[in-house]
């Protein structure tokens, strides 16, 4: 039969029949051709139909025989694609082949993974394809390869890829346990949410489309058939069985619409199979055969059900309602989001209650009593039987017990504040002359009275050395704070267990701030393992270590698991607190800060702006974190080129900073930035002094190779250039670039930034071609920098466009 006369009979058909008709179409090419005809004997009783049916797939055999004829041959090695070069066929799948190859124009050395789309493609979709790809190439997230190039190729789509070297994950996790598996599945939904965010839906995730490097790494690969939401491009997302039918949504195989929700069935199934190391279903056959069973299958058992003992026991509960909700059949009643799902495993691993459980009394007083079972003997198993309001009644004791304790807690530690406040004032009162004192150096005078007071009096309470400690951390002076806070825990006899957790956390603060992270990741685990014996006891002490275990995540390379984070935290303290409290607008100005260095703007200004309204409730507007929102609102301000906004921003903080507070690194960080928006204006000879301050504090207060002060140095020795002091600048720059090598290696983003410094330098002194040389190596460093990056590639690409060669 002639294709035409198939498509003007199948334009009678109903809007019904003719869906039947083009699911029916997809699966039968999905057939080897042997098992066509008894799949339409069984399934297509109804001659017409079956008519119809061999119809199209007469004239699609027709098709594919006129493209065999023409097709491109495997790629060779040598062969050129766009800008890059074949090295070798490293794979081969059914939607193409999969190619190591190198960049061919010069731009610089670089290998990577070029995939080669199977099927040739129309003018229309070719468009399209390159449309998507310019959206898909911003998503820069260490958890995702990043998409380099894209285009077609003798009429062919292909793709290019960062090179990944690993694992696939399935096989990855086999020697790990569940908590193990359950992280690393969670870094995965939180790479899956950031493609959602910019509105890319994968539509095949699967475990072989995830790699896991040698130290522990994931990285998502593979969104050769993804599509982007939204915009210019927005359209119904349909797919045909260029899919995994094991892993894929029902409303993809239905061809239906496909949005977020349909890569979170994808991740419950594989959440599943790490779950149990088995799927949810038992398919066989070919792709056909395996989408009609998946379509016909009646409501999953839970994964637990696939295994026995206590590997059951662990998963029955929270995590197999985890995964059910995942696989829920309609969309709207799965999870919204890829990052939802990440939050509720959370609350698995935390012991808190899950979402996908919901709020009934019986399981929320089940998992109180699960999480916190010390102390219940085994003969409470026969009390199974008592009302619930009596164990209501035993969980308020406990409670009340628990705030009994607190408030003892705080009350010892507010004495011997107060006690310590006393000394000094005594201090101030004893100064020869009535010398006015700052505040830094009342508390140096003090501390040193106390520290020969300790070495008297070794057993004298650690509180009263907390005390000091935290009050030069309260100052900003990091350097100060955390040898009190290591003599702390060095103590013979060691202070109580409790107190020992709060040192650790205040010092893993201090090494954030001094840039020595992997001695904040010890400590503040540390801190966070004990708290996490006994969660309701310590929930607020659980919940402002969030704070700097998103700064950690963030240094780890890690934003946007540091956002999710913060998230739960924000979420958890308003219900705790109410957002008018002071807790709830820190943690408001530290997600901001997260979504600012994730180069998210909008959400930024958005919790600034909640911050700031809790500063204004609390009439605190004057207080150490309301300066600290208006720093980081003046950054937003800066990167939107809203100068002048920013600029009344820094002023208002620096007067109040310096009025109230005195000198610190907070004052440095407040100069610096300042300091660099001045010379952005023209402005270098009012830039200068307040950069060769920032430098200054920053290296008292935060030490020499701190992120703060070699972050100034990066401003001082751009407005030494632009002022003249030329063998200043070289001095200052060099110095830089040999503490950054040091202390972050040549990949951190403050390399980038100190190329960039020497770029203008060289500039400045006339030497165009070392400042392009310089603006090339900033270059290399920012395209592995992520999100971070982008407010830094502007400017190399504005001075690059200043530069003459």
Known sequence: MNPSQSVSRSAE???????????????LLGLPEAERGPWLDSHCPEPEFRRELESWLAAEQQSRDFLAATAVPQLQAGEAVGSWRVLELIGRGGSGEVYRVERADGAYEQQAALKLL??????????????????????????????????????????????VQGERLDQYVRPMGLDQRLRLFQRICVAVAHAHRHLVVHRDLKPANVLVSADGRPKLLDFGIAKV????????????????????????LRGGLVTPATDVFALGVMLFQLLSDQLPWSLSGQGLQRALDRLASDDLEPPSRLLTGAAARRLRGDLDAIVLKCLRREPGQRYASAEALAEDLQRHLDGRPVLARGDAPGYLLGRLLRRYRLGFSLAALGLVVVLAAAAGMAVMARRAALERDIAREEAERSAAVKDYLLTLFRVAGETPGGETLTPKQLLDKGAERLQRYLQTNPEASADTLLALAELYFRLNDYTGAAPLFEQLLRRDPPAAPATIAKVQLDLAQCYLRMSRYPEARVALDAAQDYWARDPLRYRNLLLESRSPQAQLERAEGHPQQSIVTLQAAVAERIAVSGEAHPESGTLLNDLAVAHFQANQLPEAREQLQRAWRVWEQLKATESVDALNTLNNWAAVEVREQRLAEAEALYRRALTVRRTLFGPSAALAALLNNLGKLQLRLGQAEQALPLLEEAVALARQYAGENSLNALAAMAGLGEAQAVMGQAEAARGTLAELEKRTHEQFGDSHLLMAITHLAQARRLQAAGQSRGALRRLDAADQVLAGAGQQAATYQEQVNALRRQVQP
């Open 229 to 252: 939401l939204g915009g210019e491009q927005a359209e119904p997302l349909t797919t045909g069985l260029r899919l995994t039918p094991d892993y894929c949504a029902p409303e993809q």
């Open 13 to 27: 058909l109903s809007a019904q029949q003719w869906s039947l008709l083009e699911q029916r179409l997809d699966l």
């Open 118 to 163: 199977s099927r040739p493609e129309e003018p229309e979709e070719l468009r399209r394809f390159a449309a998507e790809r310019r959206l898909l190439a911003r998503l820069e997230h260490p958890d995702i390869a990043r998409l380099l190039d894209g285009g077609a190729h003798r009429g062919r789509l292909y793709a290019v890829l960062e090179l």
